[in-house]
């Protein structure tokens, strides 16, 4: 079976969406030499499906019959000879179904039940998908959306995320964000790395798919930059209006909601990046304007998001009060102590459009548009403590998609498009230009402003990809080509700057170290871009074996001439500052499935391959951007002042600060192993065991290449520390620029692609359904995950010491568990549907995952590298003195892990598991013959988990202490053991929140 | 058979897909990370910088056998250590790139040296070129009072406004003050300087009659070109301050004047004129070239004139006593001319 047969091609929406459930089958009696398939096809939602368009083959593929599903979804084909049969579902706005090897005997009836995902409106990327996709949707049983061995079983990897989207179930995959190994943000499906549609500045976080419909997005709420926050779905009530004439279907659905979490700003984990999401009204239309031959889709949507900024952990609010008072004319009480979580709005307008035509029989045409506007609401402009992140963003995109077939057997299918997406990233609120980034440190508080850098930035980007498809015996070929031309543009203010204070009681005195810059940086645009060659091909050599082998080749076009190089710096260090461009790359890819006999219980999939990402353009615009245009001035002194130092030993430093990008680099590789096996036990219950491997490299790292490359002592916790340690009366700290290896010079940061990862899990699954609406999905996972490259609680890859070969390094203690290693993931979904005319329907989906790691650390201001405050990642020890001081704080946060020489291992403690609980509850209010009216309770986050970012300063350096040095190097550092360490310091997810709605079928 | 059709092509799947995993496994390897790869070195001079103008020059000297330590920036390791050779100078190669500090032993220069020139005070080296280096290290300058105070046997420099035009007394002296106190310098040489001038002497320190002074300086007026500013002020004393140092132990070495001292004996000897002077706390000797009696327009010495007289105090007689010297003509005046003898009584 081919999966996308011309069949399949035929169906003029190609959007189609999300997941087929299972079907089952039965055998009922029938007539002695014939038998028969009758079936029901339903929603999504339970609901029959009229209008669906049936159509079965039989196994040989010489016959064919189509029927169309009566209102009440059910149908049925009579006088079927004995065999096996292929049965495809379809409808306009619905993802086909395929099913394969539905069996026939004699005087029997199978009964089948269908159930196709009331797909988003028609939206351009998602052609890509089944023209791609059938064939490897086939036969899945598990899960309702798709699975991991389906997202993998995509045969060109490194689809844009707005390829994937539709892809997912809303209970089936899950969706996190932001996480993908030192990859900056992207996204992980069901674990699967997938990169973001554009420049991470732009997304691929919330902010580009708010603007999308919500249908598109379904209602994809994941925080911008969160490590792991998963997607939950589930349509907001609405209503739909259905009018079927003939095989002509019209819809107006209209929908409307409004959501609703408990946001107290007493909670101080309560700093929800995120958005709450508010009132949200939409229109969607879509019908025939010319039966058969010309259909439309259309729909608008407002929306309005209550949105809170990371507020600040309890323990932080007294220096916060302070740095408040210090500000003349400041609005604040003195002593006041009451920090409101701050929060705004954002209003976002979406809408989208499209033509589907057929000119011709064999022929059709798609033409696809969206837009999307989202604005700031009014925010409070006032705290210059947290001053407010102004947005402006918009998204654009036009497409038209081509299909033609060439007989019964080949068809040709070519896509253009542009996109344009834009986001401006300001600060307001008073004080701003002086102060900038208020950081009390290590790795602790952000306070005010965005961690994302501010700016504008703009992608527009081009793509042309014709495709083809040949059927030819037992093989199903398809190639083709992919280009991509994107044209970025990246206007980044300099802020004030930023002033760190390393703990409270450093705090107390308004002093600090400080970084501010001077100059601009340029606007910049630069050009990259991407093309493929891919050719795939599924062999089906017999009918219990099916391989599918591809080969994809890549070039990626990276903007060279774009890149300014700094000859001071080259005549420093010999260095080059020009970008190379990638090799070519090949991404090979084969997945199997095989039954040891046709009628096997007994079902084995294996897979391997290797996919490519791309070089992230965000990434990309900081080695454009910064080419020497702005310096940095790091000095020490009250806040607020920028003060000059009082002496030459805290002199300020002023140096360039430059961005490189590595020999060599190259975007990540992801080699992957795949090997599953599932037994179907008995009718309605299938058991599935799985074992994946996967192995990424070319990860970026980010180092700081001006860093000296000589340690200046080691503290009593064993960090090695580098540039020469000075007490400046209320802090310990770096003397300015003596860290600096080359003066003149400041960060020059350097992004090369020597990281690594590998992720192992062993998964095993059971699924039930019981054909009447019960069904039940149990899963768990356990996996290892390692690798060397650490990250930000951005996402961002975290700066590295060097790496000289004099000192400095340590391969060996970065090279352990991942920031994203949850080994434990329990998944258990299920849903309950009564009998009956007035029914009623319950779901829920619990998790359980692993808390996130973190290592211990020291929070102090020795280590100030970047614009955030965040240290090269470092191993410590206890020092003995201290042990029984720390030990029921490392208990607490589950702490283990010392390495041979002391040292904590990295990601050696780890938060509290995530235990997540969704319920739905759907009660039918009344029906009639040509209505039904339904209500709809959704409780998400019941069990209320979030993500948080932990305190990991198992120790803070009190600045007001003594500074012992002992010869020859160990520097004894007045240390204070933190209280609130693995406490957290930032809630990453909206509370509880709870809709309600009315659903009215006529 | 369709079996072992299926059975043929899983193996031939299978040995694919190991394969698969088996290829790329060329990971990223160093090529992938910035290597700043090559080595530089230092190439330089150390000197004594008798000239003290941070800069090799004429007048100064190589500094052989200076150990110099080379550290890089922010590190307190030594990277390397270099002795110079006898033309002063040193060389450290196979340095890796960065910013370094040439310092030199502080046990080789001890009390008696200290750095006076460190060009550049941060050197940067680059890979494959040498980076120029100079150490200058010279004597202390110190202020003149505790050059008075200190110990024999010291060189230093000494720093001050001259008192004398060099040649102006025996021995070459110069007296120089530097508004805390006045130091007597014996055989300077190479000064051209007037009285006013800002100069610098290098000699070493020896207690002399008591006193302490720089001998054997070698000196360089640090005002040359310059508008000479005037002459400090003498400071008015008694014959008895003069000439006894306990009296007045800071004035040694100091521009003193006497404003009215009666002569009480004259004695010419050799071309150097004493006289014996007092006024009514007591008596001093005051001593100078007598060709200085011309430039003074004093055509005869009497027991009893009343004379005005400016000069330099230098210590006599073990230290017991001290003299004044006048430097120039102008130092010395008439104020009343001795009276007549008395007419005996007829």
Known sequence: MTGTGPAACLALAALLLLSAAPPRSGLEAQSTSTGALAGTVRAADGEPLDGVEVTLRDGTGGSERVVTASRDGSFRFPFLAPGGYELVLERIGFIPLVVQDVEIRPGMTARLEGSLRSASPPITEVDRVPFALLGSMSGETTGEGLTRAELEGLPQSGFPLVDILPTLSTAGSRFSMGGASGYGPSALVDGIPFRGASNPHLGPGHLHLLSFPTWFAQEVQHPRGVPDAEWRGGPLPSLHLTSVRGTSVFQVEARGGLVTGPFTSADPGMASADALQGPEVGVLLRGPIRRDTLHFAAGVELRRLLRARPAVAAGEAEALVRFRESIPDHPWAPGDLDLPTPTGEWDVISGFGRLDWRPAEGHDLALQGRIGLLRDGPWDTSDPVLPSARLEASDAAVALTSMSRLGESAAIEVRVGLENARREFALGGIGNEVIGRVLVTEPGLVVGGDPQALGTFEQTSFYFSPNFQLEAGDHSLRGGIQGVVELHSVATPTPGGTHLMPTIQNSSDLRGAYLRWEGARPEREFRAGWSAFYVRDRWTPAPNLAITAGMRMEFQSLPEDEVVGSAGWGLLTGLSHEMEQPEPRFSPRLHTEWRPSAGSPWLVRAGAGVELGRVDPGLLGEIVADTGFVRAVRGMGPLGEWATGSGPETAEYRGTRLSLIGPGFSPPRVRSLTVGLSRALVPGVELEARLEHRATDYLPRVRDLNRVPLRYGVDQLGREIFGEVLLDETHLTIRPGSDRRFQGFDVVSALESDGSSTWSGATAALQFTDGRGASLYASYTYSVAEDDTPLTPWGRPAFLHGRPSSSGDDPEWLQGRSDLDQPHHLLLRGRFRSDGRLGWSLGATYSLRSGPPFTPSARDALGFEAFESWSAPAPIRVPPELESEVSALLARSNCAGIDPDGRFERNACRMGALHDLDLRFALELGAGVRWRLLATVDALNLLDARHTIPDPALFIVDGTGTLLEEPPELLVLPLAVNPSFGEPLVGLRPGRMLRVGLSLRY | ?346
């Open chain 2, 1 to 346: 058979m369709m079996i072992p059709e299926s059975r043929s092509g899983l193996a031939a799947t299978t040995a694919l897909l190991l394969g698969m995993v088996l290829t790329g496994c060329d990971g990223p390897g160093s090529e992938q990370v910035f290597a700043i790869e090559g080595t530089g070195s230092i190439e330089g001079r150390a000197f004594l910088d008798l000239t003290r103008t941070g800069e090799f020059g004429e007048g100064d000297r190589v500094f052989p056998d200076l150990e110099v330590t080379i550290r890089m920036e922010g590190s307190r390791d030594i990277v390397a250590t270099v002795v110079t050779d006898a033309d002063g100078r040193l060389r450290v190669e196979n340095l890796v790139p960065g910013t370094y500090r040439g310092l030199p032993d502080p046990t080789a220069l001890g009390d008696s040296l200290e750095v006076t020139g460190m060009d550049p005070t941060l050197i940067a080296v680059r890979p494959g070129q040498e980076a120029a280096f100079s150490l200058g290290a010279s004597f202390p300058i110190l202020a003149l009072p505790t050059i008075m105070a200190g110990s024999e046997g010291r060189r230093v420099y000494a720093e001050g406004i001259a008192l004398n035009p060099p040649g102006s007394l025996d021995g070459d002296a110069v007296h120089l003050t530097d508004g805390m106190g006045s130091l007597r310098t014996l055989g300077v040489t190479g000064l051209g300087a007037r009285v006013g001038d800002r100069v610098r002497i290098l000699g070493h320190t020896q207690r002399i009659d008591g006193e302490m002074m720089l001998v054997a300086g070698q000196g360089r007026n640090l005002t040359a070109g310059q508008e000479t500013v005037e002459a400090p002020s003498p400071t008015s004393v008694t014959a008895a301050q003069a000439s006894f140092p306990g009296s007045a132990p800071e004035l040694a070495s100091a521009l003193v004047r006497l404003p009215e001292v009666t002569v009480e004996s004259a004695r010419t000897s050799f071309g150097r004129t004493t006289l014996s002077v007092a006024d009514p706390s007591g008596t001093v000797d005051v001593v100078f070239r007598t060709t200085l009696l011309f430039d003074a327009r004093i055509e005869t010495l009497e027991v009893g004139m009343v004379l005005a007289v400016t000069g330099l105090l230098v210590p006599t007689s073990g230290g017991e006593r001290r003299e004044v010297q006048p430097r120039i003509g102008s130092d010395l005046s008439v104020v009343s001319e001795a009276p007549p003898p008395d007419e005996p009584e007829d």
